[in-house]
């Protein structure tokens, strides 16, 4: 290989690590949503697009102001506003809080760079489907991130662009929180929004690239056999009786070999 041509595939290398402006995270644990997040493990995670950089808590929390006798802890959009309002970062903030919005949504926009989830009740829903609330998390940050890139920053932007059916897409909108399992591990990004995304200005290869990481969002492969244990029961026993008799014959066979 030529000096010249050497130079040029370093030139390219670099231009190809440096395609993307990693966005910098600042995860924020409002109350103790870190007893059900293991917020270690999200910080290990890695993407060519974001990084999580940084952790902050907010203990302490103003009472509630919705009053109507029941005991749970619920915020409004704007309560979680003025709770977040002392967090400065230069990147984006998303915070995670194990209590309710007062209007069922799971995820708003507080700020032009802060987001807050509520994770309230989804626990039970994704466990069914042994997903874990990690992965959740995750597969929102790709949502929020593709937002940032098309510099959708409000709620009713992001809504807008949302779709009410559910394909197991990125964007679907989850209306029904229960739709959550259908969207979380290896979502999709659907025509319709791929057109949407295309129309506006991004990287190029950006959307082949963010699919390629959205595939990578899975359940760890013990999960998986967990899970196929529990859906097939009868076949799972039937294998393990196989393979029992298998390993019988064969070391059997071995014996009288070594006799
Ligand atoms: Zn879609």
């Given at each position: ?93 998303i915070a995670i809080m194990n209590y309710g919005f007062n209007d069922n ?134 294998v393990t009786f196989f393979f029992s008799t298998l390993i019988n014959l ?10």
């Open positions: 290989m030529s000096q010249k041509s050497s130079n040029k595939d370093k030139l390219l290398m670099i231009q190809k690590k440096g395609k993307y402006n990693m966005l910098n995270i600042k995860l924020v644990i409002i109350g103790h949503s870190d007893r059900v997040v293991n917020f270690d493990l999200i910080k290990k995670y890695k993407s060519k697009f974001f990084n999580f950089l940084d952790i902050e808590r907010i203990n302490h929390l103003p009472n509630p102001v919705k009053d109507d006798g029941y005991l749970d802890i619920v915020y409004s959009k704007t309560e979680i506003q003025r709770i977040m309002n002392d967090i400065e970062y230069d990147g984006l903030s949504f799971y995820m708003h926009r507080v700020g032009t760079n802060k987001v807050c989830i509520s994770i309230y009740g989804l626990e039970s829903i994704l466990s069914e489907k042994k997903i874990s609330i990690e992965n959740f998390i995750i597969k929102n940050v790709y949502e929020i991130f593709i937002f940032n890139q098309l510099k959708i920053l409000n709620d009713e932007d992001e809504n807008e662009f949302l779709h009410s059916d559910t394909r197991g897409c990125l964007f679907d909108m989850n209306g029904d929180k229960r739709d959550i399992v259908y969207n979380t591990e290896k979502p999709i990004i659907c025509d319709e929004c791929k057109g949407k995304i295309n129309n506006k200005l991004i990287p190029k290869n950006f959307l082949e690239d963010i699919q390629g990481e959205l595939l990578k969002i899975d359940k760890p492969f013990i999960k998986k056999i967990e899970n196929f244990i529990s859906k097939y029961p009868l076949f799972s026993v039937l064969f070391s059997n066979w071995l014996w009288e070999m070594i006799k």
